[in-house]
């Protein structure tokens, strides 16, 4: 997939404000500050598309960026972090879920886990989730740089292992919004995902 154009549509802070019409979505989901807005960032091959923030927790809403005028990435709020209040977490937390449980346009999840570390309990469970409802998803490993080159093959082999029994789980990709590492393969499967998606 090649991204032409790619400009910001809109936040939605709950389901009513999603756009009405039925273009196809591709959701990017993982905890706060494990590179998400980067991820979109480095896709589109612009530098401050997505706001990627010093501040975790920031991104609130479901920030909609219409691409190539036919498709639209969604960058979810960041679940998991802990100084934000419990109340508010909550809530987000069943905003993330009614939008994916209900988005019948939501062709594919980029679930990111943070290469340095296992993933967390929250990770597995959202990742367990998404195969029980059936939806298909890629694991993005992502800050790849941070990682000793050496330790990649174990780390990705561990990962492919972990990830296997899933049966919704499409692809584990290394990736980094510094090197570009990834950034053609993740284009590919979600280009290949959307071809699915239309026969499906
Ligand atoms: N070294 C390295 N740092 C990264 C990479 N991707 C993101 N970061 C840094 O990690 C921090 C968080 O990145 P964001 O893209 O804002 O993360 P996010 O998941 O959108 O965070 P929230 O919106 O708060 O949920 C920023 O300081 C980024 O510069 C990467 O591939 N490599
Ligand atoms: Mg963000």
Not at 18 to 26: F, G, V
């Amino acid at each position: 997939m090649r991204i032409a154009t790619a400009e910001f549509v809109l936040g939605a802070a709950n389901l009513r404000q999603l756009p009405k019409d039925d273009l196809r979505e591709i959701a990017f989901l993982g905890r706060s500050n494990v590179g998400k807005s980067s991820l979109v960032n480095k896709l589109c091959n612009r530098k401050a598309l997505a706001r990627p923030s010093n501040d975790p927790g920031k991104t609130r809403e479901l920030n909609y960026f219409l691409i190539n005028k036919e498709l639209y990435f969604v960058d979810l709020p960041g679940y998991g972090y802990a100084k934000v209040p419990e109340q508010i977490r909550s809530s987000w937390g069943k905003l993330i879920e009614q939008y994916l449980k209900s988005r019948r346009q939501l062709s594919v999840v980029l679930q990111l886990i943070d290469s340095r570390h296992e993933p967390t309990e929250l990770d597995m469970m959202m990742v367990g989730w998404l195969d029980y409802y059936e939806i298909p998803f890629i694991i993005v490993l992502t800050k790849s740089d941070k990682l000793p080159r050496s330790k990649m093959p174990n780390y990705l082999k561990a990962a492919r292992d972990t990830f296997a029994r899933f049966r919704y789980c499409k692809d584990v990709v290394p990736f980094s919004s510094i090197t570009g590492e990834g950034r053609s393969e993740v284009l590919a499967i979600i280009a290949e995902q959307l071809t699915a998606s239309t026969a499906a």
